[in-house]
């Protein structure tokens, strides 16, 4: 009998100790859930362009309360979160202007760029208004950009990233496939030019995501979660040309920055 009641008492204070550790670790998990400290760089597909509901004091670089990092960051109460991203940004921009809140202390950075360098506007207008031999002869010379200019201007943002954040996980988000092929459109562009600008998006994420990878960067491609939600799909994500708002035109609508980019940044961080 005080045999069992020895053995009782034993368990009970072992289960004890095991819950008192169990729950040390929540605590300690959710202390380090709200400790995050995290900075979102990167172009107008990062500030919000097309989602509406943006912030005044951001001025031109329009950066949105639906975009996916303040989305990301009104889940989860970061400790600090810096939202430096802007429209029309270039890798240039970035070195030069967004990385002012990163510091040793950053723990998580999250960014989009290369697009504005590839030339998208010029791309998309070309495509929009001109035959489709220059569209196409837009989009090659597009490509060749990413072949011999891109890579560098990427490796100079990472690095500086690096070198300002060592500590942080830096999650580099993609860009999606603008066109559902064979989709609802009647008009506009036609299928060899969906095709091409396409291919294109899909030759520009890959060259990211290697230079992503080189820098020991986690890269999130956001094409499988636009995935039936491209323009001509008949639930797009992404603004089709917008003769009222041009500068919304080809970018995420707050379904495709909650829906499509939210997601992605969610599995990676």
Known sequence: MKMSR???????????????????????AEESVQAVDYVALGDSYSSGVGAGSYDSASGNCKRSTRAYPALWAAANAPASFAFTACSGARTGDVTAGQLAPLDSSTDLVSISIGGNDAGFADVMTTCVLQSEATCLSRIATARGYVDSTLPGRLDSVYAAISAKAPAARVVVLGYPRFYKLGGSCLTGLSEKERTAINSAADYLNAATAKRAADHGFTFGDVAPTFTGHEICSGSAWLHSVNWLNIGESYHPTAAGQSGGYLPVLNAKA
């Open 6 to 28: 020895l053995v009782a008492f034993s368990s009970s204070l072992l289960l004890g100790t095991v819950l008192a550790l169990t729950g040390a670790g929540v605590a300690n």
